[in-house]
């Protein structure tokens, strides 16, 4: 009898070192570091972050890094950009282009000209040949070619002259300096030919097209010399 109490109690000690072992066991796995991904946290333990480029990241597990929204951006804003555009005048104010030109303003090559036409009647000729882009409106303080009829927008339309590729007859790839029109957002709008052009964006012009601003009926006819 002395014998099997002896066992018994052996056996009660090794079941006490049993559960020992397995707390021991939970307790080191507790608080051992999770290895799953910090995105495996549900929404609702997730802390929430002020932080706009979490908002605006998408990137799922897996992917790779999302874009360090922190890095500098040296793009101008909207205020920057209207301060470089900005036109001192002699009376003290000041008048924000709405223009810019793009890189590949070149200074033509051909002697480009404007007939200007009411009617039959010819008013004037404008030689567009002595620098890259010409700024049309009804503002006389910084516009190059001045239209006087209310129809037209203080800052209407730019003719620009751009370096463009384009093939020869054998399919060979050249630069050629050729005249654009584009019209900034002009309240009337810019016609070529009878036919009104999209806005803030580049149209192609061609030696012997018509062009017209807002309601008025003045016709600019593009030519140049060889033309």
């Given amino acids: 009898r002395d014998s099997e109490r002896e066992r018994e109690r052996h056996r009660e000690r090794e079941r006490e070192r049993e559960r020992r072992r397995d707390d021991g066991d939970r307790r080191r ?7 799953r991904p910090r995105r495996s946290v549900s929404p609702a333990s997730r802390p929430r972050s002020t932080s ?3 908002h605006r990241s998408g990137s799922k597990s897996g992917s790779t890094p999302p874009e360090n929204k922190a890095k500098p951006n040296f793009n101008p804003s909207g205020l920057l950009a209207a301060a470089t555009n900005t036109v001192k005048l002699s009376d003290g104010t000041s008048t924000v ?5 793009p890189p590949e303003a070149r200074k033509p090559t051909l002697g480009w000209r404007l007939y200007v036409f009411k009617g039959k009647d010819q008013l004037d000729l404008l030689h567009i040949n002595q620098q890259s882009a010409y700024l049309i409106g009804r503002d006389r303080t910084v516009v190059d070619i001045f239209i006087e009829h209310p129809s037209c927008s203080k800052q209407h339309a730019v003719i620009q002259h751009r370096q463009v590729q384009v093939k020869d007859e054998f399919g060979v790839p050249k630069a050629t300096i050729k005249p654009f029109i584009i019209d900034l957002e002009s309240t009337n709008h810019t016609h070529v030919n009878d036919e009104t052009i999209p806005t803030t964006r580049f149209y192609e012009l061609r030696a012997g097209d018509v062009i017209k601003f807002g309601l008025s009926d003045r016709e600019y006819v593009l030519l140049h010399d060889e033309a």
């Fill in 29 to 35: 796995d507790y608080d051992r570091p999770s290895t």
């Fill in 52 to 54: 706009p480029s979490r």
């Fill in 97 to 101: 282009l709405k223009y810019n030109e």
